[in-house]
């Protein structure tokens, strides 16, 4: 299984459209109903509050929603005390706690995460100021990332 990050679909939904490219979606349709990918509750809300027709695509193609359960929970303030945020004081360039969440959803399903994040070039002094691809590179974190046109490359399709 994969995770979607909000930043992925969205990105998708913007670069992709449906009507242009219905191929993909019908793949990507497929997917969500084999369990190959899913989705945070709490990604899903983001991308509701940004592209509401892309949300309610997702609901309708019944995308698994993935909780915050309670083993997430532990996952995401692990996460938190390694990048060393501290009483919520996040970094307005790093990962916010939406985003920690998701990682740990990703983390604790050991599944790949999918995120249209960039990548930071160079070392950071402030781990409060990582981007989700950097955070899930930590050694304490361990979760492989990858963008949307690598997801669909690595997949080899032809649309």
């Known amino acids: 299984m994969r995770v979607l990050d909000a930043s992925a679909i969205i990105y998708a939904w913007d670069n992709y459209p449906p009507a242009q490219f219905p191929g993909l979606w019908s793949w990507l349709a497929n997917e969500l109903k084999t369990l190959e990918l899913a989705i945070p509750v709490v990604a899903l809300e983001e991308v509701g509050h940004k592209l509401p027709e892309c949300a309610q695509w997702l609901k309708n193609t019944e995308v698994l929603r993935l909780p915050i359960s309670e083993a997430a929970l532990m996952a995401a303030m692990a996460i938190k005390d390694a990048i060393g945020v501290v009483n919520d004081q996040y970094h307005p360039k790093g990962v916010d706690e939406n985003d920690l969440f998701i990682i740990a ?3 604790v399903h050991g599944a790949e995460l999918i995120t249209n994040e960039a990548r930071q070039f160079g070392a ?3 781990t409060r100021k ?3 691809p950097a955070v899930c590179d930590m050694a ?3 979760v492989t990332t990858m963008n949307f046109l690598e997801y669909i490359q690595k997949s080899q399709r032809v649309f």
């Open 105 to 107: 959803v990703a983390k």
């Open 124 to 126: 950071q002094i402030d």
């Open 130 to 132: 990582y981007k989700i």
């Open 140 to 142: 304490a974190v361990g």
